[in-house]
């Protein structure tokens, strides 16, 4: 298994794991776990748990086969969902073209257990031939910014090849929007000082994120497959024009859209801002940083044009805006060299840089020696002699660093810090569940799925969880220490929460405590007895099942911290004695 994943073969990796996981492995266990997850990405049950998503899909594709289409090709299929919503809408023919080995099984599973017609073809789209010219071609290829998953190559191909004069391509139809908006949260993920961070958008949850909105600027509907067929080459979207409404520094713009289908609508605003619309819960909003951050008021006219681009192999959303009669300017541009925006975010943690300062210079002056700096801002530091070690053990994801106990520490007279606590919580969230484990989705049976799910949930944000309730103190979960090489943490222990109120638990959140010498930071002080919002995200382990508790009762874990992430290996209930 080590020996194929090296080479890159995880689907033989994940085989040999799971044969070594037979003999109660857990470190094997874990291994398979891990390739199955690196095999089929997470946004796959996101996709399935999103109910507004799925019917805005399956009710198009039925409105065309009440209207004659017999033919449906579905390209980009995953577990087969659309495919099978169409032969059960009354397709004579449904062919489903999957381009992932692993997903494709997947989808071979779910027809079976469905007892579904759909035809399978594990095969590139832009490879796969058919006798036929398709009434209806379903191609879902949009991410946030709506073209970043080869959406427009995807619709030129099977516009030009599969689909006849008549045919109905969905999605067709789309209309961007853009929120101009003011944000320190989201500004602070992209500049820090002189630095800017490598990535021109990111994605944002406006709902879950403080922000001033500035305006709102509407770009226009397109057709997808007109701009599709244009080709290559960069290609003006739309423009809008607004008065802006109220006051601030212009940091972003942070956009959605809508698809279309007859008067049917599908979007991607955040809740406050979607009304009526049937909302896609499984997209958020992408933030294109507006670099300069100029400051505008109310009264100002904004301008912002779109365009979409080649970008190496995919097209991309660029763009430019204007303020009163000023020139166009570039929201962001790209640099390859600058830093991620995780490093801008944790250049800009003062709490966390001046804690972690302070017990540097007390480690340097105590002991004489220099600081080897091991994957913090600059990168590893190349130091001789016995040093003090300084590094940064979270990521801002909330897992442990992949190097955390990658140190040199046979020349370390200390490590800053010399430990973690994990610290954590139970909390109910049905929504933060589905997005890792789906049991069925449009009546259909998507089970096979979950045989490569994992239950390690990263960049877990509570504010966009809106059902999330806790259900239990803060408690300490495992300690890791730094200094010892192999870590006990790997090893099952027992933890006990005392639960507050009665709910399932449907997850484990957790965060940390970076213990140094003589003080101890929470990466979540906000969560950890109140305080400032920090760089950090928590991370969650998602029970499954869930764990029914009630008030008065105390939950007992075993709990082990394995490749930086806190696993679950058992959960009970005591109960209180009923009187």
């Known amino acids: 298994g080590v020996a194929a994943h090296a080479r890159g073969k995880l689907v033989e990796a994940r085989a040999a794991f799971v044969k070594a996981a037979t003999l109660d492995d857990a470190v094997a266990a874990e291994a398979a776990r891990r390739c199955g997850a690196a095999l089929i990405e997470n946004w796959h049950w996101r996709m399935l748990a999103d109910t507004a998503r799925n019917e805005f899909f399956e009710n198009a594709v039925a409105r065309a086969v009440a209207g004659g289409a017999t033919t449906v090709l579905d390209v980009g299929s995953g577990t087969g969902l659309l495919a099978m919503a169409a032969a059960r809408a009354g397709a004579a023919r449904v062919d489903a073209v999957e381009r992932c080995p692993a997903m494709a099984r997947v989808c071979a599973e779910v027809l079976r257990l469905n007892g579904s017609s759909v035809n399978l073809h594990c095969a590139e789209s832009t490879r796969y031939g058919s006798d036929v010219k398709y009434d209806v071609v379903v191609a879902e290829v949009v991410d946030a910014a709506l073209f970043g998953e080869g959406c427009l190559a995807t619709l030129a191909d099977v516009a030009k090849r599969l689909a006849h004069d008549t045919s109905k391509i969905i999605p067709r139809r789309a209309a961007l929007y853009a929120v101009a908006v003011q944000s320190p949260e989201l500004r602070s993920r992209y500049a820090a000082g002189a630095a800017r961070a490598r990535e021109p958008y990111t994605v944002c949850d406006l709902d879950a994120t403080p922000h001033v909105k500035l305006a709102t600027l509407d770009l226009g509907e397109l057709d997808l497959v007109s701009v599709a067929l244009q080709g290559r080459r960069e290609t003006l979207l739309g423009e809008a024009e607004t008065t802006v409404t109220q006051g601030g520094r212009l940091e972003g713009f942070a956009v959605y859209f809508e698809l279309r289908d007859g008067d049917a609508r599908l979007t991607t605003a955040p809740r406050r801002y979607a009304g009526t619309t049937p909302r896609a819960a499984s997209w958020t909003q992408a933030l294109f940083h507006v670099d300069a951050a100029p400051v505008v008021r109310a009264g100002d006219v904004l301008k912002l044009r779109a365009s979409v681009a080649p ?269």
Do not use: K, M
């Open 311 to 579: 970008d190496g192999g995919i097209d991309v959303l660029r763009l430019a805006y204007r303020i009163n009669e000023a020139p166009y300017e570039a929201t962001a541009a790209v640099s390859d060299d600058a830093p991620s925006a995780d490093d801008v975010e944790r250049a800009n943690d003062g709490v966390y840089a001046a804690a972690h300062a302070r017990a540097v210079r007390r480690a340097c002056t105590e002991t004489h020696a220099p600081v080897c700096e091991c994957g913090l801002f600059a990168g590893s530091t190349s130091t001789p002699g016995q040093v003090v070690v300084s590094h940064a053990p979270v990521e801002a994801s909330g897992l442990l660093r992949p190097d955390a106990f990658d140190l040199p520490l046979n020349r370390a007279v200390r490590v800053v810090p010399r430990f973690v606590t994990c610290v954590g919580r139970l909390v109910a969230s049905p929504s933060l569940r589905r997005a890792y484990f789906c049991d069925e989705a449009l009546g259909f049976d998507v089970r096979p799925l979950n045989a490569f799910a994992s239950p390690i949930a990263r960049d877990v944000d509570p504010r966009a969880f809106a059902d999330l309730a806790f259900l239990t103190g803060t408690a300490a979960l495992r300690r890791v220490d730094f200094t010892g090489g192999a870590d006990p943490a790997a090893v099952p222990e027992a933890c006990a929460l005392d639960v507050a109120a009665t709910g399932v638990a449907d997850a484990l959140l957790y965060w940390w405590r970076l213990g140094y010498d003589e003080e101890s930071l929470s990466t979540r002080p906000d969560l950890d007895g109140g305080g400032p919002l920090s760089h950090w995200r928590c991370a969650a382990c998602v029970l499954r099942p869930g764990l029914s508790v009630s008030a008065g009762d105390t939950a007992r874990l075993a709990c082990a911290v394995r490749f930086g992430c806190l696993e679950v290996l058992s959960a009970e209930v005591l109960s209180l004695p009923s009187e």
